[in-house]
């Protein structure tokens, strides 16, 4: 059997197609390029936005052109909220909510030991997803929705595949749907997960995906002064910087204040600290004032870069009922403002790096680059190591371009 693997989405997303990848090759099929080759397309879904939705149905419909008889799967968090609309696009015989592996398999005809996390990824950096669902009900949010509530997997099973991922990639990354609750329904936590990586898989580096900043607890905190087994990378999200505005999203459990303290109590304590977060352009009744107060937050807290979105409304959710729609051109300026404050951040950030110590991965293919402990992508002076090694480097340039010149390979504690 020939499989077209398509990715759409989160690191979470990734993971998921990952594993579906290493079922195939367990059952003995194999994954090809072009849908043109294809037995099977699968896509994995993401339903963040309305735009990523609509590339989904666009991807499906330029496979089944490419291929009349293919025969399609959509798994992911779109199907888990379908009504109707997947099943009705071409070549669309199954939908598999979330990331149901056993439906997958049967869906598929896979035997049963087919079924597994796979060993090695395809990327330099491996992902391991150690939660799935959340518990959350942000207003803007569909993924709640589709992805269920917050479920842990065991710590046991997740040293197991770190041992195994360890082996072929320098740097793990945890990624989950909401990566911050993890363990509260095995009375556990996130810091004490971290803490039994980092010694049971010294060799590798681990990395947060995205943590709420006000989850980061002291035991938490602590790990991030080991840079060598966790690096000092946090992803918070933060949305808005109005307390008005984040009520409205329902995201009550902390306020621009708070958020703030707990960013700055770890960027005081940390020589090197990146620091990103994702914010929310033009959310339903978001006024100059509150777009104000965001971008005053943005400017004074020591980011490193920032994933802006202009808001999109998700079909079912409670921002629907909200009212107060902004209109389009208002949304993209203040996209537009806050990309322009997030790239002064982030040139800041590149130029105060010039002359400093790095802990560098080796990325890319044809063109070699490294991605530093503090999430920097930098070009690798030549002769450029092979893709996956680990060294140690010194970053020379400026904000504009830096690049690593390697002084040694990182050694496993």
């Known amino acids: 059997m020939k499989v077209f693997l398509r990715t759409y989405g989160c690191r979470a997303n990734q993971y998921d197609s990952e594993t579906v990848r290493a079922m195939i090759a367990r059952s003995g099929g194999e994954v090809v390029t072009s849908p043109a080759e294809a037995d099977v397309a699968i896509f994995n879904s993401c339903a963040v936005t309305t735009e990523a939705e609509a590339e989904l149905r666009k991807g499906v419909r330029r496979a089944a052109r490419q291929r009349p008889g293919l025969r399609t799967l959509v798994m992911g968090c779109v199907s888990a909220r379908d009504h109707g609309a997947l099943r009705a696009l071409p070549t669309v015989e199954h939908l598999v909510a979330g990331a149901d592996f056993a439906a997958i398999a049967a869906a598929l005809d896979l035997p049963a030991e087919a079924?597994?996390?796979?060993?090695?990824?395809?990327?330099?950096?491996?992902?391991?997803?150690?939660?799935?669902?959340?518990?959350?009900?942000?207003?803007?949010?569909?993924?709640?929705?589709?992805?269920?509530?917050?479920?842990?997997?065991?710590?046991?099973?997740?040293?197991?595949?770190?041992?195994?991922?360890?082996?072929?990639?320098?740097?793990?990354?945890?990624?989950?749907?909401?990566?911050?609750?993890?363990?509260?329904?095995?009375?556990?936590?996130?810091?004490?997960?971290?803490?039994?990586?980092?010694?049971?898989?010294?060799?590798?580096?681990?990395?947060?995906?995205?943590?709420?900043?006000?989850?980061?607890?002291?035991?938490?905190?602590?790990?991030?002064?080991?840079?060598?087994?966790?690096?000092?990378?946090?992803?918070?999200?933060?949305q808005s910087g109005s307390d008005r505005v984040l009520r409205r999203m329902g995201r009550h459990w902390y306020t621009a204040r708070e958020y703030g303290r707990a960013v700055e109590r770890l960027a005081a304590a940390l020589p090197v600290f990146g620091l990103g977060a994702d914010v929310i352009a033009g959310f339903p009744g978001e006024t100059d004032a509150d777009h104000a107060e965001t971008l005053a937050l943005v400017a004074a807290l020591p980011f490193t870069y920032l994933h802006v979105f202009p808001f999109s409304m998700r079909p079912g959710t409670a921002a629907e009922r909200l009212g107060g729609d902004l209109p389009g051109g208002v949304v993209q300026q203040r996209a537009r403002a806050l990309r322009d404050v997030a790239e002064e951040k982030a040139r800041a950030h590149r130029g105060r790096r010039a002359g400093t110590l790095a802990d560098l991965v080796v990325v890319g293919h044809d063109v070699r680059e490294g991605v530093t402990e503090d999430y920097l992508s930098v070009a690798i002076a030549a002769p450029s190591p092979p893709r996956g090694t680990r060294l140690a480097v010194r970053l020379e340039g400026d904000a504009h371009a830096l690049v690593a010149h390697p002084l040694a390979p990182v050694a496993a504690a």
């Not at 945890?174 to 329904?185: A, E, N, P, V």
């Open 115 to 238: 079924l597994g996390a796979a060993a090695a990824q395809q990327g330099t950096r491996a992902l391991l997803r150690i939660q799935d669902g959340c518990d959350e009900h942000c207003t803007f949010c569909a993924t709640t929705q589709a992805r269920g509530a917050q479920r842990s997997r065991p710590a046991d099973a997740l040293v197991d595949e770190a041992l195994q991922l360890s082996e072929r990639h320098p740097e793990i990354v945890l990624t989950g749907i909401h990566i911050g609750s993890y363990g509260r329904d095995r009375g556990t936590s996130l810091g004490a997960l971290v803490e039994r990586l980092v010694q049971a898989v010294p060799s590798a580096r681990f990395r947060l995906s995205s943590v709420e900043a006000t989850e980061v607890d002291a035991r938490l905190a602590a790990l991030f002064h080991e840079p060598a087994h966790l690096v000092p990378h946090l992803h918070a999200p933060l």
